[in-house]
């Protein structure tokens, strides 16, 4: 099947669609954020996840359209959550490294914003670490513009990469995202328990606020607020879903 053929048409008949998952408060479990998560609904695969198809959308040079086609969603949503009376909800979106070379970025977050009335400081945009390494003065241009608008930067995956703890010092960041890899076999696993233990103290230090990723089990979420990690995403919450059943059950809450 030749999928990267398909992505203009995927682009042109609206089959890429922009799912959320919660980010929850640990202590309380508030729903403080969602995730958006891009999915491509094609019409004879079926609903095809991003680590299959985001390397053909860079390949066919379509990473810019990606990127702003998910923050028109994210405003979109953004606009309803206002409507809904929950405006304390952020919405996070992913960045590919190709973005943090476009000195463009900035200026259309705040022109989308602007289009549906919602404010920059609802956005948070996640970048790897690998966005930092090959161009650090472009990346570190447009995480500036970006959180000059309001806008906060989250290091997602963290722990995978490079895991220079410098980039936590050198970098404009408020928010580390620990990898699941790191929680998946906790209680259990000792060394995940120290590393996790590290990261918190060193984001306690630098005043970065901490997420931990794939949270699963109860006692997975129990470990990290004992150890200082205030906030959580994972299946014990809330999966990855289309906008309006997250509308649904945000709007089910008090
Ligand atoms: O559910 P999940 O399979 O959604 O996501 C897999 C990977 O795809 C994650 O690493 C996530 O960061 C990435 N991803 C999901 N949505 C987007 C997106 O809209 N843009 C980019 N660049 N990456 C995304
Ligand atoms: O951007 P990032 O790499 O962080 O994307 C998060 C990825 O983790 C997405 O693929 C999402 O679907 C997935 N995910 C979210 N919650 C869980 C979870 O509890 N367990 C597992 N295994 N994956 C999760
Ligand atoms: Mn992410
Ligand atoms: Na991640």
Redesign the pocket.
């Known amino acids: 099947r030749d999928l990267e053929l398909a992505v203009p048409a995927g682009f042109a008949e609206g089959q890429f669609e922009v799912w959320y998952?919660s980010q929850v408060d640990l202590e309380s479990q508030a729903v403080v954020g969602l995730?958006a998560?891009i999915r491509w609904r094609h019409p004879e695969h079926g609903v095809i996840?991003?680590?299959e198809f985001l390397p053909l959308i860079e390949r066919s040079g379509n990473n810019a359209r990606l990127t702003r086609y998910v923050l028109t969603d994210a405003c979109r949503a953004l606009q309803l959550l206002a409507a809904a009376r929950k405006p304390q909800i952020r919405i996070a979106i992913?960045l590919p490294p190709s973005e943090l070379a476009d000195h463009s970025l900035a200026a259309e977050l705040r022109a989308t914003c602007a289009r549906f009335d919602v404010a920059p400081s609802s956005l948070e945009l996640?970048i790897t670490e690998g966005s930092l390494i090959n161009n650090i003065a472009s990346a570190s241009e447009t995480l500036h513009r970006l959180r000059r608008l309001g806008a906060t930067i989250a290091l997602?995956?963290f722990g995978t990469g490079y895991s220079s703890l410098a980039h936590l010092r050198r970098f404009p960041l408020d928010k580390v995202?620990i990898d699941?890899a790191f929680i998946?076999e906790i209680p259990d696993s000792a060394e995940d328990k120290a590393i996790v233990g590290v990261i918190a103290s060193l984001a306690g230090t630098l005043g970065l606020t901490l997420v931990a990723?794939?949270?699963?089990r109860a006692e997975q979420a129990q470990a990290m607020r004992e150890m200082g990690v205030t906030l959580g995403?994972?299946?014990?919450y809330h999966?990855?879903q289309p906008l309006e059943a997250v509308l649904q059950w945000i709007e089910g809450q008090a």
């Open positions: 998952q995730e998560l996840g991003p680590g992913n996640e997602d995956d995202k699941k998946s990723e794939g949270i699963e995403q994972g299946y014990l999966r990855p």
